[in-house]
C-alpha cells in the first residue's frame, strides 16, 4: 500500500500542472516554504541541483574570460536614481532598509534587485584609459525583488543568480560580448539540461530597463507556456553617461565606455522541472543530475546483499555521482522514491543476481529495464546516460516543434491560442499598440524577434500593415 500512495501522492500532470509542480518541488524535497512570506529554503537536492549549475556555467564562463567579484547587496537610493528608466523599471519591486539597528537611515538604501547601477559606479573610478578596458566581471549571488504572487523556483522574492557586468571600448565589442554570452547560455542549456532553446531579440516593450537591446533563450514547458531562461543585454554608453564611466583612447581624447550585462537564475530549475518530469515525479538529465546512480540492494537483510551494493557503489564512485539506497523500506518503496527524485539510473542487485554474476539497470526517462553482467556494468552505465542526455534533449525538441503553430491572420492567431498551448510564429509591424493589443485580448506576449527569421507573410498579424519582424507569441511563466 505504501508503495501505491508513494506514487499517487502526485497530481497528475494533466489534471492540474500547477499542483503536478508544486508536488514535484515539494516531495522531490527541493524545497520547503518559509516564514519569510515569498522566500524559499532551497533544500539539499534542490541545491545540489543549483551547485553542478553553477560549477559548469562557470567553467564555460572562465573559457569565454569572464573573472568573478563580488560587490555589496545594498545600493544607495541617489545611486539607483542615475539612471532613468532603469530606476522606473524595477522601482515596484525594490525592498527598502531604512534604518540600521535602532537609527534610521540618512538615505535610505535599497537591497540589490540587480547591479548595473553598483558596477557603474565602481568601473567610473576603474577605468581610466584604454588600458584598461575590456572589464569582464561577472558576480553569484542573491537579489531581492517584492514579487506580488510566487512559485518555487520560477518566481521568489529572494533567488540565486549570476549577473554578468562588461565594460568596453567600442559599441561593436560590447555587442559581440552580449551575443557570445547568450550564445554561452543557449549551449549550456541545450548540451547540460536538455532544455532546447529560442535564441532572438525582445521587443522594445519587453527588454530591461534601461538597456539599448535585450536578447533572450526561450523555452516551452511541457504545458505548452514559455519560459525565459536566459537574458543578455547591451547597454550602450547610456549607463556610461550617466555614471560618466569615461576613458582616455589611443588619440588621448575621453570617451564613454559601453556596457553589457547577463544572467541566469535559478528559476532554470523549474525549467528542467517543467521540461522532463513526468507523472512520476522529477526527470533530471545525466549531466546534471546531483545523484545519477542509485544502488538499490533487493532483499538486503541476506548475507553479503548489502557489501555487494557497496561494493558497485565504490566500483562506480571514481566515474559516477553515485549513492546506495541502504534504509530498511521495501524495493517498491525504493523504486517509487527513486522515480520521484529524478535519479537518471537506478541498479537493482539481489541474492539471485549475485549467483549469476549480474544486475539490473533501470532507466528512469523511458523505465526500460536491462540484465547487465556486473563486469561490463561501468560501460554500460557510461552508454545508458550518454543515450538518456542525447534522447532527453531529441524528445523535449519534438515536444516544442509538435507545440509551434504558425498564424498568417489574426483569427488564426485567436484560434491556436484558445485552443492550443505552445509558440505561435506570427508578422509584426514592429508597434507597440499591436503588442499591447494581443497581451490584452489573448493575455499573449512577445517572446522575442528570432535570429532565424521566416516570412509567414508580409502583413503584422494584428494590424494587416507590413510586417517587419517574424515574432515568436506566447503565455510565459
Not at 67 to 88: A, G, Q, R
Not at 467 to 477: L, Q, S
Amino acid at each position: 500500500m505504501a508503495d501505491k500512495k508513494m506514487v499517487e501522492a502526485i497530481t497528475f500532470m494533466n489534471e492540474d500542472f500547477a499542483q503536478w509542480y508544486t508536488d514535484v518541488v515539494k516531495k522531490a524535497e527541493l524545497i520547503d516554504y518559509t516564514s519569510v512570506k515569498g522566500c524559499m529554503v532551497i533544500k539539499p537536492a534542490g541545491y545540489a541541483i543549483w551547485e553542478l549549475i553553477q560549477r559548469q556555467l562557470d567553467d564555460r564562463f572562465k573559457e569565454a574570460g569572464v573573472e568573478n567579484v563580488y560587490l555589496p547587496m545594498f545600493i544607495p537610493e541617489s545611486l539607483l536614481e542615475k539612471e532613468k528608466d532603469h530606476v522606473e523599471g524595477f522601482a515596484p519591486e525594490v525592498a527598502w532598509v531604512t534604518h540600521g539597528g535602532l537609527n534610521e537611515l540618512q538615505e535610505r538604501l535599497c537591497v540589490r534587485p540587480t547591479s548595473e547601477t553598483l558596477f557603474c559606479d565602481f568601473y567610473k573610478n576603474d577605468v581610466h584609459s584604454y588600458r584598461d578596458l575590456p572589464k569582464v566581471y561577472n558576480q553569484w549571488c542573491s537579489v531581492v525583488r517584492w514579487e506580488k504572487e510566487t512559485r518555487p523556483f520560477l518566481r521568489s522574492r529572494e533567488f540565486l543568480w549570476q549577473e554578468g557586468h562588461t565594460v568596453h571600448a567600442t559599441a561593436k565589442e560590447a555587442e559581440e560580448r552580449t551575443i557570445q554570452m547568450l550564445n554561452v547560455y543557449a549551449r549550456f542549456c541545450e548540451e547540460v539540461l536538455a532544455i532546447p532553446v529560442i535564441k532572438g531579440q525582445k521587443t522594445d516593450k519587453e527588454k530591461f530597463a534601461g538597456a539599448v537591446s535585450t536578447y533572450t533563450i526561450e523555452a516551452l514547458m511541457h504545458d505548452g507556456k514559455a519560459l525565459q531562461s536566459g537574458t543578455s543585454h547591451n547597454f550602450g554608453d547610456g549607463f556610461a553617461r550617466a555614471f560618466d564611466i569615461q576613458y582616455a583612447d589611443k588619440d588621448n581624447t575621453l570617451k564613454y565606455a559601453h556596457q553589457t550585462s547577463w544572467g541566469v537564475s535559478t528559476r532554470i530549475i523549474g525549467a528542467i522541472i517543467m521540461v522532463h518530469g513526468d507523472d512520476e515525479g522529477l526527470v533530471l538529465p545525466p549531466r546534471i543530475a546531483p545523484v545519477q546512480v542509485c544502488v538499490i540492494p533487493i532483499q538486503q537483510k541476506k548475507e553479503g546483499v548489502l557489501d555487494k551494493a557497496y561494493e558497485l557503489r565504490d566500483r562506480l564512485k571514481g566515474s559516477f555521482r553515485v549513492k546506495v539506497d541502504d534504509t530498511d523500506k521495501t524495493p517498491g518503496w525504493k523504486f517509487s522514491e527513486a522515480e520521484m527524485r529524478g535519479y537518471p539510473i537506478r541498479v537493482e542487485i539481489g541474492p539471485k543476481d549475485m549467483e549469476a554474476g549480474k544486475c539490473v539497470i533501470c532507466r528512469r526517462d523511458t523505465r526500460e529495464k536491462v540484465e547487465v553482467s556486473l563486469e561490463e556494468l561501468e560501460g554500460k552505465v557510461q552508454e545508458i546516460l550518454d543515450a538518456m542526455q542525447t534522447q532527453m534533449l531529441e524528445r523535449a525538441r519534438a515536444h516544442r516543434d509538435a507545440h509551434t503553430y504558425t498564424a498568417a491572420s489574426m483569427e488564426e492567431f485567436e484560434r491556436l491560442f484558445n485552443e492550443q498551448s505552445g509558440f505561435v510564429k506570427a508578422m509584426w509591424c514592429g508597434c507597440r499598440e499591436c503588442e499591447d493589443l494581443i497581451k490584452e485580448r489573448l493575455s499573449v506576449t512577445s517572446r522575442c524577434m528570432p535570429f532565424e527569421q521566416e516570412q509567414i507573410s508580409d502583413a503584422c498579424v494584428c494590424c494587416g500593415k507590413p510586417a517587419k519582424k517574424m515574432v515568436y507569441w506566447g503565455r510565459a511563466y
